[in-house]
T-cell receptor, first 112, second 113 residues
């Protein structure tokens, strides 16, 4: 069955710390991968997406993600987090249909 | 303004009542999606449309749920005989084609009492 797993449910960091959020997917065939962010009280916003090509994808606000096919992973990274990065982060995947499957999310808290 | 509008923002209803939500996608987007999100969980796929055709419906969706997109523009999601377990945030998203991401609305929060 198609699924997306996020292993870190809650991450707490201090400002300027580096961030890596894990995402693993289970899909057969071609897969498109996404990271979304949901700031408190706001709607889901697209951070970045991977369809093909360079496995290192750069997104908005200094985020990047690396697609590692052999590990079925698409981890999100940021070298130095800010207090304003406090939010919930969702990894999502799509196969041959338009249905987007989400992980359970990772809540990130950044303290000044 | 996200471009995807959902109405109402909040709905409180008594168990057993019917409710209907509306979603207005970005005007040039031909694909429209409904998701449900509960606290501490990621959005759960319900159904999606390409133009007016409903192409996929989640097996998790009971027959109390129905969605329509009659003219390929706005969509409605109706829940009949609501149950407390239906309490959730109902999200709508739209996209133009597979080459882009999905734009989400702010959602309709349903509380069944």
């Amino acid at each position: 069955a198609q699924s997306v797993s996020q292993h870190n449910h809650h991450v707490i960091l201090s400002e300027a710390a580096s961030l890596e959020l894990g995402c693993n997917y289970s899909y057969g065939g071609t897969v498109n991968l996404f990271w979304y962010v949901q700031y408190p009280g706001q709607h889901l916003q697209l951070l970045l997406k991977y369809f093909s090509g360079d496995p290192l994808v750069k997104g908005i606000k200094g985020f990047e993600a690396e697609f590692i096919k052999s590990k079925f992973s698409f981890n999100l990274r940021k070298p130095s987090v800010q207090w304003s990065d406090t939010a919930e982060y969702f990894c999502a995947a799509r196969g041959n249909t338009d249905k987007l499957i989400f992980g359970t999310g990772t809540r990130l808290q950044v303290f000044p | 303004d996200t471009g995807v509008s959902q109405d109402p923002r909040h709905k409180i209803t008594k168990r057993g009542q019917n409710v209907t939500f509306r979603c207005d996608p970005i005007s040039e987007h031909n694909r429209l999606y409904w998701y449900r999100q509960t606290l501490g969980q990621g959005p759960e796929f319900l159904t999606y449309f390409q133009n007016e055709a409903q192409l996929e419906k989640s097996r998790l969706l009971s027959d109390r749920f129905s969605a329509e997109r009659p003219k390929g523009s706005f969509s409605t999601l109706e829940i009949q005989r609501t149950e407390q377990g239906d309490s959730a945030m109902y999200l709508c998203a739209s996209s133009f084609d597979r080459g882009n991401g999905y734009t989400f609305g702010s959602g309709t929060r349903l509380t069944v009492v």
